[in-house]
């Protein structure tokens, strides 16, 4: 019932005290090397399996497993695949795609020697200032119920059907349950203080839709409801989730979650498996909770059958996984198929990239051809960390530089790729300035610097607050007549009228992953002059007036978008819809408390 970190437990303190899991968090890897090569994640794979092996003496061994957060591609692993977050996929509405993407991704976990990932999130965000949005497909549940069960399915495949967590696929884990897109304020880790019908209604369905498609896991979430944390929530743990809605899988704590129940440690580690925990995931301590949950029992606080109920889940899992059966992780999988950073994995990567794009904005400058010369700006346009986002090769997304991905490509080489050789050219120009004959056009790329969970929470959204930079740049483009096309990396809808209002098409590009090519391959038209990409992607998040329209979602009663919730723009529309100036007035201070957040929860429409 404990899973330990591997930074924190060695094989052998794994195989000692007998451990069921392990993980390694945001930026944990083997022999601590963010350059950790798939051998070497095969090997300490192997390492542990081996480990526990020994330890019995039998072949009764209870194998061990492993869990990562693959949330966007195997996104720890130096050269896997960096799909698009989940913010872009919601705003591409593909389920297919998301099957797909979730095949690829399991392939390259399983290549590792890895059996488990914690994903699919179906949280539904309703506040733009969470800092895991992103990690949100929609502000409405319909989304993450159609991918839900597309995403359940292409990590594990079909249950009852042959290749059920077979070769090539892995556990999936429903996260996190239940409630954390509604926190007061927006605020990570919060309390909920919504209704249980809005509880249900928005927020549960995705997770029902995942268990009907037999999702094995589910990790608890951070936040409270009504003052209760929902790692020691009884009701919404056990009689929801295992009672009503049937899931017989097994519960995983969020990282040491199960400690935030109680002051004292032991308290809080038996409320918890009490409330419904069945496995403890645990940051560093993980030798104080095996011994606290011993406590727990020994006093009578946790009782035999509560822990042969919580193991029983557990094996079960292992037991649905072939663990049993299996060979050593190195010798399992998708030794055969597709491996990680696999062409045909980037390629697909390349074409969510294209469908989740969302164009707010387009005077008719696009699409551009590609014999001409493009000025390419901004600090994201030559930047995969930044287009990448948090949770990829560290925790928080930061510290990457582009040599970090050996398989990738940044948006700016696919707008060298676009020109070069068709008679253009792209020269890259971080500030805008140039020094010869001014550009047929300027493409600005600029946007939010990555993060993750509650560094990522803001006061506000606007954008120029935090960075008035990439305003500077198009207007001083403007004032010499080069028109402007801004492409937005962000992990959430913000308010950027400013930045509208200089630029002459604005397209939300998202954090589009590895594979930035995608993005110069909806701006230009084809090799031939024909359109071969329009644009796709529909938001899936309702677009802000001002900086403090939050929250602001589809259903509201006075529901007044600057952009609609499905809203974006195709070529064709270029014309017809052609907008006018929108009110630069608003900015995060000193708004007036009418104009402060509404509360949601009852508009919401059946
Ligand atoms: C996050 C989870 C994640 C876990 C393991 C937690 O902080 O909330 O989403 O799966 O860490 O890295
Ligand atoms: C994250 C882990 C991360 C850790 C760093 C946790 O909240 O979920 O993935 O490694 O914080 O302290």
């Excluded at 007044?560 to 017809?576: E, M, S, V």
Aim: glycine share 12%.
């Amino acid at each position: 019932m404990v899973q330990a970190e591997i930074a924190n437990a060695t094989p052998e303190e794994v195989a000692e005290f007998a451990l069921g899991s392990i993980l390694n968090g945001g930026g944990s890897f083997p022999g601590g090397d963010k350059h950790a090569s798939v051998d070497d994640w095969r090997a300490l794979a192997d390492a542990y399996h081996d480990a526990v092996r020994r330890s019995t003496q039998s072949d009764r061994a209870v194998p061990i497993l492993w869990g990562t957060d693959a949330v966007h591609g195997h996104s720890n692993v130096y050269g896997a695949t960096v799909f698009p977050h989940n913010i872009g996929l919601g705003a591409a509405r593909d389920g297919d795609l998301m099957e797909a993407i979730a095949v690829a991704t399991a392939q390259e976990v399983a290549a590792t020697g890895i059996d488990w990932t914690f994903a699919p999130t179906l949280a539904v965000a309703r506040d733009d200032r969470w800092g895991r949005t992103y990690e949100s497909y929609a502000e409405h549940p319909d989304v993450a119920v159609d991918y839900a069960s597309r995403v359940v399915t292409g990590l594990q495949g079909v249950p009852g059907e042959a290749g059920f967590l077979g070769p090539g696929r892995i556990l999936a884990t429903g996260k996190h349950f239940l409630g954390e897109g509604h926190t007061t304020d927006g605020r990570d880790q919060g309390d909920v203080a919504c209704t249980e019908e809005t509880l249900r209604d928005l927020h549960a369905r995705g997770h029902q839709a995942a268990i009907a498609a037999g999702v094995q896991t589910v990790m608890a979430a951070f936040n409270s409801w009504h003052g209760t944390k929902v790692h020691g929530h009884r009701y919404l743990l056990s009689d929801v989730l295992k009672g009503a809605l049937g899931f017989d899988g097994f519960v995983v704590s969020d990282w040491d979650g199960f400690l935030q129940v109680a002051e004292d440690r032991a308290e809080a580690t038996g409320r918890s498996v009490n409330a419904g925990v069945d496995m403890l995931m645990v940051g560093v301590e993980w030798r104080a909770a095996y011994h606290d949950l011993l406590q727990q029992v020994s006093t009578g606080a946790v009782s035999m059958a509560r822990i042969d109920d919580a193991v029983r889940r557990i094996l079960r899992v292992k037991a649905r996984a072939g663990l049993f059966s299996r060979p050593r992780p190195s010798r399992r999988g998708a030794v055969e198929g597709p491996g990680v950073g696999d062409p045909v994995h980037r390629k697909l990567a390349r074409r969510a990239v294209r469908r989740s794009l969302v164009l707010l904005k387009n005077d008719g400058v696009l699409p551009l051809r590609r014999d001409i010369r493009v000025l390419v700006a901004g600090d994201g346009a030559d930047n995969i960390g930044k287009q990448c986002g948090g949770w990829t090769l560290t925790w928080q997304g930061t510290g990457n530089d582009n040599t970090d991905f050996p398989n990738g490509t940044s948006l700016f080489d696919g707008f060298v790729q676009a020109t070069a050789n068709h008679g253009g050219a792209a020269t890259l120009s971080p500030d805008g300035e140039f020094a010869q004959d001014p550009p047929d056009v300027a493409i600005v790329v600029f946007g939010e610097d990555p993060y993750a969970e509650g560094d990522g929470d803001r006061d506000h959204l606007s954008y120029s607050a935090l960075d008035s930079e990439p305003l500077a740049i198009l207007r001083r483009l403007q004032e010499r007549r080069i028109p402007t096309v801004s492409v937005f990396l962000t992990g959430r809808p913000m308010w950027v009228n400013p930045e509208l209002n200089a630029s002459n098409a604005f397209v939300v590009a998202w954090l589009p992953g590895t594979e930035g090519g995608g993005v110069a391959d909806v701006l230009f038209r084809g090799p031939n002059g024909k359109l071969d990409h329009d644009f796709h992607g529909r938001l899936s998040f309702s677009w802000p007036r001002h900086a403090m329209h939050t929250p602001l979602n589809v259903g509201d009663t006075d529901y007044g978008p600057l952009f609609p919730y499905g809203f974006g723009l195709r070529y064709g529309d270029a014309a017809a819809d052609r907008p006018g100036r929108f009110d630069e007035s608003d900015s995060a201070r000193g708004l007036p408390a009418s104009d402060r957040p509404r509360t949601v929860g009852s508009a919401y429409p059946r």
